[in-house]
């Protein structure tokens, strides 16, 4: 069964520190990684693609991607308490371009 | 740009009667739609995976004669819960990816407002 792993926190920061989000998943064939942003009550935000190893940087946003060691990242720079929200790790495998989604992230960014 | 309106945003119904929710693509045409379903505090549960101009592909688990799902444009699909109960009440999800013709559609989904179902 295909699998996304996150801690589910929550996770506490100040406002402008750095925020750690970690993702781990099962499935091999899993090419394509989403970060989704889920403010309470709302439905998920695009925040990030990744699809190759390495870092992929958006702004205050950094995207890692370690195919070898099945683990995806999310770096939020000068973290903001409007960046209080669930965070969601999705791999992407099989046909049609199912996502499976992680259990969410809870950050919250104190001022 | 990649849009996806969900229609209406919260619906309270009585049990036993039939809810359709709605998920338009704006300004892009999607020849696979997702119906997701969340309960509070968990994430996102994929339900079922509809498909343009042929039948939804349902998540084992999921009862197809009781969540109904037309996609019946490359800009609309359908989700109707029928026979509702109280516990179908729950944060209902659509998602879309944008198709740009022949066998090229994007990789990013981009969700609905989502629709807040209360079956009393």
């Known amino acids: 069964q295909k699998e996304v792993e996150q801690n589910s926190g929550p996770l506490s920061v100040p406002e402008g520190a750095i925020a750690s989000l970690n993702c781990t998943y099962s499935?091999?064939?899993?090419?394509?990684f989403f970060w989704y942003r889920q403010y309470s009550g709302k439905s998920p935000e695009l925040i990030m693609s990744i699809y190759s190893n390495g870092d992929k940087e958006d702004g205050r946003f950094t995207a890692q991607l370690n195919k070898a060691s099945q683990y995806v990242s999310l770096l939020i720079r000068d973290s903001q308490p409007s960046d209080s929200a669930t965070y969601l790790c999705?791999?992407?495998?099989?046909?049609?371009?199912?996502?499976?989604f992680g259990k969410g992230t809870l950050l919250t960014v104190n001022p | 740009g990649a849009v996806v309106s969900q229609h209406p945003s919260r619906v309270i119904c009585k049990s036993g009667t039939s809810v359709k929710i709605e998920c338009r693509s704006l300004?892009?045409?999607?020849?696979?739609m997702f119906w997701y379903r969340q309960f509070p505090k968990q994430s996102l549960m994929l339900m079922a995976t509809s498909n343009e101009g042929s039948k939804a592909t349902y998540e084992q688990g999921v009862e197809k004669d009781k969540f109904l799902i037309n996609h019946a444009s490359l800009t609309l699909s359908t989700l109707t819960v029928t026979s509702a109960h109280p516990e179908d009440s729950s944060f209902y999800i659509c998602s879309a990816r944008p198709y740009y013709g022949g066998d090229s559609e994007s990789t990013e989904a981009f969700f609905g407002q989502g629709t807040r179902l209360t079956v009393v």
């Open positions: 300004d892009f045409q999607a020849t696979t």
């Open positions: 499935d091999r064939g899993s090419q394509s």
């Open positions: 999705a791999g992407e495998g099989g046909s049609n371009y199912k996502l499976t």
